[in-house]
């Protein structure tokens, strides 16, 4: 990386990293923050502005706040417009390495787990999936797997996720290959979740936003689970039930 601020140098820098399929969009201030602290690899950092970028690192993170500004470019609003579509309002954007692949399977495969695993079976809204990172990350699981076409390693995702995705595993993987452990499929239709301590073994399924859980996972679910709604209420949107279901096993935890 360089400290030179320099437009067009690290413009053509930023293309020839981004062309690398394992960088990844690091967009904003929060995400770049918590790619910094929880040990991501970084590959460059453009900013429309160093003097509030360094005031807002220092006010907000300050643990990170002089790796920042030794790595930052100040470019032109219309580099960073170049190369993020919409930039954040905090008018940072970065480039991270992506954790290998291989080696986040493996820790999410790896038994005795200390907590469960989060599945989403094929959700549809990016939003939502880095919701859900960003609850994986603050709970301290072991990680989140997602089936389907959606790449969790999406940009929007990522910048929903705070850029969290470095806190905790992530990875896309076809259903009959999920990592073991029993299966604890989450769905309006199930037995009431306050009867049920979930273990740290589980792999904790949540379903897609319109189509709720496939029948290939419900039917090898080891329980299917509800958390108890009103009447008439059809279900709760997918992050927060991701919320609601960790919450509930975390609470045993902590009581153990
Ligand atoms: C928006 S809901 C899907 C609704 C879908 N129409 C269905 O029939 O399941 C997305 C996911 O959130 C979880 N969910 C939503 N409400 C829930 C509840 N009351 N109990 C357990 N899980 C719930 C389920 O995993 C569900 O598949």
Redesign the pocket.
Known sequence: MTNHDDPDLALRQWRAAAADPSTVLIDGFHALKHTLRFGGELRQIVTTDRSALGELSRALAPDVAKAVLAAAVEVPPAVLREVVARPHPTGVAALAVRPDPELALARLSALPRRAPVVVL?NPRNLGNVGAVVRLAAGFGVTGVVTTGDLDPWHPTVVRAGAGLHFATDVARLPADRLPPGPLY??????ES?HSTRLPDQALL?????????SEELRSRADAL?????RPL??????A???G??LFHWQAHTATR
């Open positions: 079976d499929v989450l769905d309006p239709e199930g979740i399924v949540f379903g897609s936003e319109r189509h709720g859980v689970l509800a958390i108890p709604m209420v059809s279900s709760f949107n997918l927060t039930s991701v609601m279901g």
